[in-house]
């Protein structure tokens, strides 16, 4: 039941690291470019805004989107058991959209607008939903490890199709394509990629989530309701108002909302920021952001380890301060030397996926028994939510100021207020007050 759990990160991890962070930046805003105007501006909807500032703004209006699909469809699963069905489903939505950005060329930026908005809508549910067997996968005193050997799988499996993406873009030459075509392919292989690997999640994980090892199925919280779609809003609501009575689940919740948001709005804008700002070629690009993944994964799995030793809050805490020098040297990093940004990639990656994996399993301990992908679906609106935000702040910077070193110094306020406000969490008593056991090391 792990080793599915863990596959589903290696799929989905393709969508991140390959889209995200990579590709789609650069190449959507060059799209952008072909088709602005004299004035270097494009019309969405009627809307006049930088072709530079597209993508960013691209981000944040999917990720409001998603928001309600999440709640909506994390309240769903709970009440019909179908975990596996729904996140399997939107997973292979996300990665047929993934895959038409094959067709992203020309001045079609609309186009990769469109798709870009139905596959992080999709790819957030599908994420939500897997969230929601963590508590099911092992004892609390376990989970710190397992949510860090998951986001280590991730690395690894996003990391390996960066290398073979890699070799097709620098060798497009050898093979006849320009580096466009060769950037569409790219694209393309990480839906692919998605949509082959979730096989092994739905063929290995149990419908329903919360289930321990080694228990049966029946034993857990039932379904509330045959019926898909009735009574979820009203469900949904009552989950927003139960949640009120945990209102250190809720503190805790505040301070991921804003930490987490910076870090996602540098992984989304990584790339942009690179090409933008400091010249950095596509090649250089993938370079740099495969040395995240692979870095990543020691990173993931060293955190973990530290970890269960001073416990996760401690360690989150010590990450947060990380994601704040590595910002401030990002700011002053000179233009045209790949060695420096390869050397920032690297602290991205050391600090990236352990600061995210024991956020999960912190937040695993404080949700209660039953309600894991209502809880879980909240918990990624609070990433997902707040992660409009910062990619608005980076836009609406550039916007002002023209410059890219502007906008992402501008996060360093995300990772700032996120730690004052974990430092005030309770984490012992916040877990006491869902009911849940508590594990010897926080």
Same mark, same amino acid.
């Not at 933008?276 to 250089?284: A, F, I, K, P």
């Given at each position: !039941?792990?080793?599915?759990?863990y596959?589903?990160?290696w799929?989905? *991890? ?7 962070t ?5 190449? =959507?805003?060059? &799209? ?9 501006n494009?019309?969405p909807? /009627? =809307? ?9 703004y691209?981000v ?6 998603s ?6 469809? +994390? ?10 069905? $729904? !996140?399997?489903?939107?997973a ?7 895959m038409g950005?094959?067709f992203?060329g ?16 999709a790819?957030? &549910? ?6 929601a067997y963590?508590?099911?996968?092992a004892s609390?005193d376990?989970r710190?490890k397992?949510?860090s ?8 499996? /996003? +990391?390996l199709?960066?290398? #073979?993406?890699?070799a097709?873009?620098?060798g497009?030459?050898a093979?006849?394509l320009?580096s ?10 990480? +839906? =692919?990629?998605w949509a ?9 994980l ?20 045959a ?10 609501g009552?989950?927003l108002r ?11 919740l505040? *301070? ?21 700002e400091?010249g !950095?070629?596509?090649?250089? $690009?993938v370079?740099a952001?495969?040395l995240?993944? @692979? ?7 060293? =955190?973990?380890?530290?970890?269960h030793?001073f416990?996760?809050?401690?360690t989150?805490?010590g990450?947060?301060?990380?994601w704040v020098?590595?910002l *401030?040297?990002g700011?002053?990093m ?7 940004f390869?050397?920032?990639a690297c602290m991205?990656?050391?600090?990236l996926?352990?600061?995210?994996a024991l956020s999960?399993? $912190?937040?695993?301990? !404080? ?5 894991e ?16 935000m +910062? ?8 916007q ?6 502007s906008? @992402?110094?501008?996060?360093l &306020? ?7 406000? $974990? ?6 008593? #916040? ?6 056991p508590v594990?010897e090391?926080?």
């Amino acid at each position: !039941m792990q080793f599915g759990w863990y596959i589903n990160d290696w799929a989905n *991890a393709a969508f991140s690291a390959t889209v995200l962070t990579v590709f789609l930046g650069p190449y =959507l805003t060059s &799209v952008a470019k072909e088709a602005a105007d004299a004035r270097g501006n494009v019309h969405p909807l /009627g =809307l006049s805004i930088r072709a530079g500032s597209f993508f960013p703004y691209t981000v944040s209006f999917s990720v409001l989107l998603s928001v309600g699909a999440m709640l909506l469809l +994390g309240t769903v699963a709970d009440r019909t058991g179908r975990h596996k069905e $729904l !996140m399997c489903g939107a997973a292979y939505v996300g990665s047929a959209a993934t895959m038409g950005m094959f067709f992203l060329g020309g001045d079609r930026y609309l186009l990769g607008g469109g798709l870009l908005v139905v596959a992080n809508i999709a790819y957030a &549910v599908s994420v939500a939903l897997s969230y929601a067997y963590l508590p099911g996968l092992a004892s609390p005193d376990e989970r710190d490890k397992v949510s860090s050997k998951g986001w280590a799988y991730g690395y690894a499996g /996003g +990391g390996l199709l960066l290398i #073979a993406n890699l070799a097709l873009f620098q060798g497009h030459d050898a093979f006849g394509l320009d580096s466009g075509t060769a950037v569409r392919i790219c694209l393309a292989s990480a +839906g =692919l990629w998605w949509a082959v690997f979730t096989l092994v999640p739905l063929l290995r994980l149990p419908s329903r989530a919360g289930v321990l090892p080694g228990q049966p199925p029946g034993t857990a919280q039932g379904p509330r309701d045959a019926r898909p779609a009735a009574g979820s809003l009203r469900e949904l609501g009552r989950t927003l108002r139960g949640m009120r009575r945990y209102p250190l689940t809720l503190l805790y919740l505040g *301070a991921f909302l804003c930490y987490n948001d910076g870090i996602q709005t540098v992984v989304s804008q990584a790339s942009l920021y690179g090409s933008e700002e400091l010249g !950095m070629d596509q090649t250089s $690009l993938v370079v740099a952001v495969l040395l995240v993944q @692979i870095v990543a994964i020691g990173g993931a799995l060293l =955190l973990g380890r530290i970890a269960h030793r001073f416990g996760a809050k401690s360690t989150v805490l010590g990450s947060l301060v990380g994601w704040v020098v590595t910002l *401030a040297l990002g700011y002053f990093m000179p233009a045209h030397q790949p060695a420096w940004f390869y050397a920032l990639a690297c602290m991205i990656g050391l600090v990236l996926g352990g600061s995210q994996a024991l956020s999960r399993s $912190l937040f695993s301990h !404080m949700i209660p028994a039953g309600r894991e992908a209502e809880y879980f679906s909240v918990y990624k609106v609070s990433d997902r939510g707040t992660s409009w935000m +910062g990619p608005l702040v980076f836009g609406l910077a550039y916007q002002i100021t023209g410059s890219y070193r502007s906008a @992402i110094i501008s996060l360093l &306020v995300f990772f700032v207020i996120g730690f004052a406000v $974990l430092l005030k969490v309770p984490v012992r008593r #916040a877990i006491e007050a869902v009911g849940n056991p508590v594990p010897e090391r926080l």
